[in-house]
T-cell receptor, first 115, second 115 residues
Framework: GAVVSQHPSWVICKSGTSVKIECRSL??????MFWYRQFPKQSLMLMAT?????????EQGVEKDKFLINHASLTLSTLTVTSAHPEDSSFYIC???????????FGDGTRLSIL | EDQVTQSPEALRLQEGESSSLNCSYT??????LFWYRQDPGKGPEFLFT???AGEEKEKERLKATLTKKESFLHITAPKPEDSATYLC????????????????FGQGTRLTINP
């Protein structure tokens, strides 16, 4: 149980394009979803927290116009990196949880490379 | 500010050589402490949640313990397949509805088990 699927697992695109990453909870309803960024050999940095049907809460320093988050249903959240540039290249990971007293379950991440 | 420090940063063991990983934390009101395992290029996999000092949880060769200041992940007679990065994270109380969901991660311990 508690499976989170993230797609795509790997994407390469040109500078200036927008990239959408999907995060789905496959066997539970996720009231809260999270988006993280991870640099090589570093830990996870929380970018934003979102609840279904409401606006995401972004961490300090994360540009909300750059990283658009939509949590339209209890099983799907999307992260769109708008006008991506090489400095946006990173490993993006989502997580989901059903209830507040349960652990977060993570997807397998998306490796984003901007040329 | 909530802080999590893990040590050592990296640990190499021979197969069968037991050891412990440390996670020291500072948080004003611990809601839960979480251990995750992360393999290269993958998202973290949930291992344990600990809620109060004195609590212990076990899973196969892993055992997690918790005090008021730190948590240990004990690995007994490890096998090469136990090689991974082990992440510790804390969830704090009284951070408001969204804030209470957040995890603060440590930098992780990269564990390598040589056959």
């Amino acid at each position: 149980g508690a499976v989170v699927s993230q797609h795509p697992s790997w994407v390469i695109c040109k500078s200036g394009t927008s990239v959408k990453i999907e995060c789905r909870s496959l066997d539970f309803q996720a009231t809260t979803m999270f988006w993280y960024r991870q640099f090589p050999k570093q830990s996870l940095m929380l970018m934003a927290t979102s609840n279904e049907g409401s606006k995401a809460t972004y961490e300090q320093g994360v540009e909300k116009d750059k990283f658009l988050i939509n949590h339209a249903s209890l099983t799907l959240s999307t992260l769109t990196v708008t006008s991506a540039h090489p400095e946006d290249s990173s490993f993006y990971i989502c997580s989901a949880k059903q209830f507040s007293n349960q652990p977060q379950h993570f997807g397998d991440g998306t490796r984003l490379s901007i040329l | 500010e909530d802080q999590v420090t893990q040590s050592p940063e990296a640990l190499r063991l021979q197969e069968g050589e037991s050891s412990s990983l440390n996670c020291s934390y500072t948080v004003s009101g611990l809601r839960g402490l979480f251990w995750y395992r992360q393999d290269p290029g993958k998202g973290p996999e949930f291992l344990f949640t600990l809620y109060s000092a004195g609590e212990e949880k076990e899973k196969e060769r892993l055992k997690a313990t918790l005090t008021k200041k730190e948590s240990f992940l004990h690995i007994t007679a490890p096998k090469p397949e136990d090689s991974a990065t082990y992440l510790c994270a804390v969830q704090a109380n009284d951070r408001g509805l969204q804030g209470a969901q957040k995890l603060v991660f440590g930098q992780g311990t990269r564990l390598t088990i040589n056959p």
